[in-house]
């Protein structure tokens, strides 16, 4: 494996820079969570005690964070890695008493109303959040006054606009660029419902070179990598992460 210590960055990523890098790799289900987890809690006003939702938390390094870095009890769900599995890695951290794990699917989530303070949500909700009834579905679970924070894949362009998936794109991601979205789209997509007041839809600063910081770093051979080459070829021109939060009212 190629060295990791491009991976630990305290002067953008202070908080994540604590974290063993090898841990997070062990971890690896897209670019890295924690970054993106960090930089969208600068708009968030996460405190002890809060229960959180964690949408999409994959195989729990995000859970992990959460809970040590903000003192909050977190909820971690997730469709494609089973309860178990993720139960190990919070007990292996020290959190299994601050995160409990559940297998779900995300239209189909098995918890109470008004049941959280936050929902946040990291490289995921570009799979099911995307659909115009979802935000109100998943505001049924959210308290009055609680935050929603989503950090999903974006393109500075929307497809429809360019009329295509451009070639770099779609010869490693094909359809699922239709869901990358820019700032602009989510934040009228939230608005518009009247549901949730838009706190920030941003553009992640250097977010594509974040991506290919990692892609690289994680990469076996990131000469052939699909991912890596996908992104040198589009230069941040597209790619990159859009990040928002929201309240309801």
Do not use: C
């Amino acid at each position: 494996m190629t060295d990791l210590d491009p991976l630990i960055r305290p002067d953008r990523y202070p908080r994540s820079s604590t974290y063993d890098p090898a841990w997070l790799v062990a971890l690896d289900m897209g670019p890295n969570p924690l970054w993106l987890l960090e930089d969208l809690a600068r708009d968030l006003d996460l405190r002890p005690g809060m229960r959180v939702l964690d949408l999409g938390s994959g195989k729990g390094a995000t859970s992990v964070f959460l809970a040590r870095e903000y003192g909050v009890d977190v909820v971690a769900s997730d469709w494609w890695v089973g309860a178990e599995e993720a139960t190990a890695v919070f007990e292996a951290a020290g959190v299994a008493n601050r995160v409990t794990a559940v297998h779900a699917e995300a239209h189909q989530l098995p918890f109470d109303e008004e049941s959280f303070d936050a929902i946040v949500s990291i490289d995921a909700f570009e799979y099911f959040g995307t659909a115009d009834s979802y935000l109100p579905y998943l505001l049924r679970f959210l308290r009055p006054g609680g935050q929603l924070a989503v950090a999903t894949p974006g393109m500075a362009r929307e497809i429809r606009e360019l009329g295509e998936i451009p070639a770099h794109i779609k010869e490693v991601v094909g359809w699922e660029a239709i869901a990358w979205h820019t700032p602009q789209w989510w934040r009228f997509q939230w608005e518009i419902t009247g549901l949730v007041s838009v706190a920030s839809a941003r553009w992640q600063e250097d977010g594509w070179r974040d991506w290919l910081l990692w892609s690289r770093v994680v990469s076996r051979d990131p000469s052939s990598d699909p991912v890596v080459a996908m992104l040198e070829k589009d230069a941040g021109e597209l790619l990159g992460f859009t990040l928002l939060t929201a309240r309801k009212p």
